[in-house]
């Protein structure tokens, strides 16, 4: 069955860099969007950015271009990269498969097992 | 961007009970709207997407209705598994936005 693990580390201290890659178990890369997603604690989702097949990534502008996605195609893996983290980027981090419906990507059917990102000095 | 408000933002009900929760984009997002079920602990769960349509092996008890800026989320007879938070979230245009979630307690 497909599914997605992920990791990264999980404490970090402020301006540093969150960095968490998510790879694709027993299933296929391509014909899918990829995103990251995060959720402070006690609070909702927020959405962080997506990657396509061919590299081309799109991100939530609330971060400030802070956000980079990457993937390795070669591995089934897609990454996040957030620059310059604060106390205010603490939370679960997901990693979630987009699936095609129609002309859109905006279904997240797949979700990793989540990582927990704490920032403090 | 496109905001989402949904209402309310906790619920106590009965087991059997009919639960009805509330999304409202702030401007027309058509049929573009999915649900979402979060149990403590765990990552969000797809239910309904493209406002009506149920996902593979979720029960028929949940439905979901609407269109345009207004939809709705009913679990038709509630059980005690339903207990969770749920999500709206909205994907006609970019940044994809989720509700503020409701969460849901058994009385």
Redesign the interface.
């Known amino acids: 069955q497909v599914h997605l693990q992920q990791w990264g580390a999980g404490l970090l201290k402020p301006s540093e860099t969150l960095s968490l890659t998510c790879t694709v178990l027993n299933g296929s890369f391509s014909g899918y969007y990829w995103s990251w997603l995060r959720q402070p604690p006690g609070k909702g989702l927020e959405w962080i950015g997506e990657i396509n097949r061919s590299g081309g990534a799109n991100d939530n502008p609330s971060l400030k271009s802070r956000v980079s996605i990457s993937l390795d195609t070669s591995k089934n893996q897609f990454s996040l990269s957030l620059t310059s983290v604060t106390a205010a980027d603490t939370g679960v981090y997901y990693c979630a498969r987009q699936r095609p419906y129609g002309y859109t990507f905006g279904q997240f059917d797949l979700w990793g097992q989540g990582t927990l990102v704490t920032v403090s000095s | 961007?496109i905001q989402m408000t949904q209402s309310p933002s906790s619920l106590s009900a009965s087991v059997g009970d009919r639960v009805t929760i509330t999304c409202q984009a702030s401007q027309d997002i058509d049929d573009?709207l999915?649900w979402?079920q979060q149990k403590p602990g765990k990552?969000?769960?797809?239910l309904i997407?493209?406002t009506s349509n149920l996902?593979s092996g979720v029960p028929s008890r949940f439905s979901g209705s609407g269109s345009r800026t207004n939809f709705i989320f009913t679990i038709s007879s509630l059980q005690p598994e339903d207990i969770a938070t749920y999500?709206c979230?909205?994907?006609?245009n970019?940044?994809?936005?989720?509700?503020?979630?409701t969460k849901l307690e058994i009385k």
């Open positions: 961007d573009s999915n979402y990552a969000p769960k797809l997407y493209e996902e999500y979230q909205q994907y006609e970019l940044p994809y936005r989720f509700g503020q979630g």
